[in-house]
Each structure stands twice: as structure tokens, then as C-alpha cells.
């Protein structure tokens, strides 16, 4: 069992950064690809990006990509995506996750197993 709790959401201009962590209980939490994923309301789970166990892998959405940093610290438990040049269209919860997989990363929400509660970004033009 894995406990994931996010933070670091807030309201910010566009253009602006936000760092968001999540921290997760329990002494496995280096068996997990951890993921970020965000939803609007009225719309699918979104993936925006993911890193494998050891983070040698990391994959981001196009729509993301060169702008969002995802980052992992196994010692600490914790993991961490940072937003910079964000855009209204950015606007949404996002939701921190963990997926017990065989081989590196997944996009899909459904691989994964365990989720935060979200926390909400807000980018204003």
C-alpha cells in the first residue's frame, strides 16, 4: 500500500513557474514508476509525464515537453515535477501516481495503482 500526498499547486501567470511535489509513505516507494497526470473538468485524465524506478527514464507529453521537469528522490520518498513557461491551457488538477510495473514507464492511467488526491494549478493570461 501506498499513500501519495501532493503540494505545491497554486495560482500563477502565464509564463510563470510552480514546482509540485508528492510524497509517498511506505519503504518501497523506489519499486514504483511515479507519474504526473492532470484532468479538467468535463475531460480525461491527462498524462503529462512519468520515471522509471531508477529515473534513467522519463517521458513527457507534447505538450509539456521542454517545459515540465520530473524528478525523483528515492532516499526521501519523494517526487517532483517542475512547471516553468506554463500556459492557461496548463490549468488543472494535477494528480500525483504509482504503478508497480514490470518493465519502466507507462502513459496510461490505468497501469497505475495508487494516486494522490490532486492539487489544483491555475494559470491566468
Known amino acids: 500500500q501506498v499513500q501519495l500526498v501532493e503540494s505545491g499547486g497554486g495560482l500563477v501567470q502565464a509564463g510563470g513557474s510552480l514546482g509540485l511535489s508528492c510524497a509517498a509513505s511506505?519503504?518501497?516507494?523506489?519499486?514504483?514508476?511515479m507519474g504526473w497526470f492532470r484532468q479538467v473538468p468535463g475531460k480525461e485524465r491527462e498524462f503529462v509525464s512519468c520515471?522509471?524506478?531508477?529515473?534513467?527514464?522519463?517521458y513527457y507529453a507534447d505538450s509539456v515537453k521542454g517545459r515540465f521537469t520530473i524528478s525523483r528522490d528515492n532516499a526521501k520518498n519523494t517526487v517532483h515535477l517542475q512547471m516553468n513557461s506554463l500556459k492557461p491551457e496548463d490549468t488543472a488538477v494535477y494528480y500525483c501516481?504509482?504503478?508497480?510495473?514490470?518493465?519502466?514507464?507507462?502513459?496510461?492511467?490505468?497501469?497505475?495503482?495508487?494516486w494522490g488526491q490532486g492539487t489544483q494549478v491555475t494559470v491566468s493570461s
Open positions: 520515471t522509471s524506478r531508477s529515473a534513467v527514464n522519463t
Open positions: 501516481a504509482a504503478a508497480r510495473l514490470r518493465d519502466g514507464v507507462s502513459l496510461i492511467s490505468d497501469d497505475y495503482d495508487y
Open positions: 511506505g519503504r518501497t516507494f523506489s519499486s514504483y514508476t
